[in-house]
């Protein structure tokens, strides 16, 4: 196939584009406007790989929310499929300044879904037959929690907290209306919490590794007590690039990694690992990295817990995460400890120049 991944410079859709050119014969268009958190670097050193791998790629800068843009890049590069992983996706951003993430993740959704019926609708029987989009969503659609509540599954109502939960509901549902209304062949995944390689900095597990490396306070919402359900980002890829190869027209699938964990214990964890890994590179007025670990005052709206059911996914596609958290969390820390000249140039803003050829 010929995939157009909208938001491929991003953390999850790079991991899928990287999947998607190391592990399958699939063409792949990564179109994103990047913004702050496109980072053309994360693709680097897979485009340059041998076995024609950068023949099977292209890179479009475009934005989700101009409509001609859409329109000319589908005519222009025809696509089978369209992954949309375009998306504001920082929580904390979120409570800031909602309206980007209406912005984007409800407004460009829609205009990519109105490019996307257009050309559908233009394609030849066959071919129109086999074209999918399949829009990458989140498990904090559905809201939160209690301690004793069964995990999420496709059919939990939507409650969604914070602005960008409410932002991606709306887009899940425009894309069922598409479905529903035009026809358009529809898939939806929702994810738990992805951690990995090329994470951007703001998000908890890089955040506290950068932190507690250079000595600096690892913040902590409320008591800690948080639950969420962690999923490694290539396995998450693997499991969208399964969706979309094999899903039932119309489904709706989850993706969990089957660990949860309480933030404070995923605080914790980074520092034994760092402990395990990086002791030397412990400040010298640091004694011990857990001792960086500073509580702050909640964030407003912040759910309780999360946790996925992925059986469906598990007994109809035979989708199972291959990394444990412990296994996935130290693979982690090491790539952020072995990768300082990426980080580094996110940390200084010298990214955003170096992915313009500046």
Request: aromatic share 10%; net charge negative.
């Amino acid at each position: 196939m010929k995939i157009f991944v909208t938001g491929g410079a991003g953390f999850i859709g790079s991991a899928v584009i990287r999947e998607l050119l190391r592990g399958t014969a699939h063409t792949v268009i990564n179109v994103d406007c990047l913004t702050y958190a496109g980072n053309l670097q994360s693709l680097a050193e897979v485009v340059a790989e041998p076995a024609g791998r950068a023949e099977r790629y292209r890179f479009v800068e475009a934005d989700i929310r101009d409509a001609q843009a859409m329109a000319r890049t589908l005519v222009e590069h025809r696509p089978d499929a369209i992954m949309n992983l375009a998306a504001e996706s920082h929580v904390d951003r979120s409570i800031e300044g909602p309206k980007a993430f209406v912005d984007t993740n409800v407004t460009g959704t829609l205009t990519l879904l109105e490019a996307a019926r257009a050309y559908w609708q233009a394609l030849e029987p066959g071919t129109r037959d086999r074209f999918r989009f399949h829009q990458v969503s989140t498990d904090e659609v559905y809201g939160d929690l209690g301690a004793a509540d069964a995990p999420f599954t496709e059919s939990t109502p939507y409650a969604p907290s914070s602005p960008y939960a409410a932002s991606k509901a709306g887009a899940d549902h425009l894309v069922r209306a598409w479905h529903r209304t035009y026809g358009l062949p529809v898939l939806v995944t929702s994810c738990s919490n992805n951690y990995g390689p090329y994470q951007f900095p703001e998000k908890l597990i890089p955040h506290m590794i950068l932190s507690a490396l250079g000595g600096r306070p690892l913040p902590v919402y409320g008591d800690g007590r948080q639950i969420r359900d962690w999923l490694f980002v290539e396995d998450h890829a693997r499991a969208l690039i399964r969706v979309l190869e094999a899903g039932q027209v119309g489904e709706t699938y989850n993706i969990g990694g089957n660990s949860e964990r309480r933030n404070i214990e995923v605080v914790e964890m980074v520092c034994e690992l760092l402990e395990r890994h990086a002791a030397a590179l412990r400040p010298a007025d640091v004694e011990r990295y857990r001792d960086l670990v500073t509580f702050v005052a909640d964030r407003p709206g912040h759910d309780t817990r999360y946790a996925i059911d992925a059986a469906k996914l598990e007994d109809e596609l035979g989708w199972r995460p291959e990394q444990s958290f412990s296994s996935g969390l130290e693979a982690t820390v090491v790539w952020y400890l072995e990768n300082q000249s990426w980080w580094q140039r996110v940390l200084d803003g010298s990214y955003r120049l170096e992915r313009r050829g500046l």
